[in-house]
């Protein structure tokens, strides 16, 4: 599923490409392609707005319109946007297509329908609630529950701090918690961990004032290095300008079984949360009061490490 520097990158891509051109008409292939407005008043209300911006929050692309509407791009785990001729072929999994004044269209794909193009007013305090006459006016705001920004100039080292201390649990599912911090997924959190060598299992409450600093440093330095690498393209990610490369930089997701670049361990692989976790057993150790309670997972990956080690020494071998 694609995350802050994937979505950032699909907004920089859109706005070279469609800032300034108007909405002539607007289409999709049923309700559930649409959020944030009515279905049926969807089309009359982006029709011959003009977009003015194009941006980001969390994991979600923001398309600034005239007149102070906002249509939103949620892709989930499957969606795709590009920009392309209107006579160009069209693929059975484009679910929303937008009309363009200059005979191009923007289309929104997906595979497995799990994503959204919304629309929405900004209201006085600049959140994004249902639009007037759309048969959802006065919904609740789309991003309330949303963390800060990780790479934002006022989300600081104490700013940080202040958050995780008010915390319990455990860091990796902390890190994809969206309420703590806006746009950090299953990729990021991993490699923001295993380069603070902090173990995924480990318990906020043992972080000390080191770990923390470092923590910080590294969730923002390996979400600016991927929006600098325009994102990992691993499962359906692509960008509207192309590929991104960072997939080829990771340290540990996705390489189970792989040696790691610090140490040569095998990178392991447990289940936490229902979503897979790589790291280092060796860089990230885990404190002794954190054992206990992780003995179960960790052996519950066990199996699946030693099969994904095996494939692994395959594919060198071969």
Known sequence: MPELPEVETVARDLRGRILGATIVEARFDGPRAIAGVAPEAFSRLVRGRVVEAVGRRAKTVLVELAGGLVLTIQLKMTGQVFVTAADAPLDRHVRVVLDLDDGRQLRFRDVRKFGRVGLYDRDDAGRLVGAEGSGASGTAD????????????????????????????????????????????????????????????RSVRTLRPDDERRLYREIRAVLAEAIERRGSSVDDYVAPDGEGSMQEYLAVYQRTGEPCQRCGRPVRRIVLGGRGTHFCSRCQRLPAVDRPAAVPILRAGTAADRVAAGRAAATRRG
Do not use: C, M, W
């Not at 202040?162 to 991993?190: E, H, M, W």
């Open 142 to 201: 789309l991003f309330g529950r949303h963390g800060p920004e990780p790479l934002e100039d006022d989300f600081t080292l104490a700013a940080f701090r202040r958050r995780l201390r008010r915390r319990t649990g455990r860091l990796k599912p902390l890190l994809l918690d969206q309420s703590f911090i806006a746009g950090v997924g299953n990729i990021y959190a991993d490699e923001a961990l295993f380069r603070a060598r902090l173990h995924p299992l």
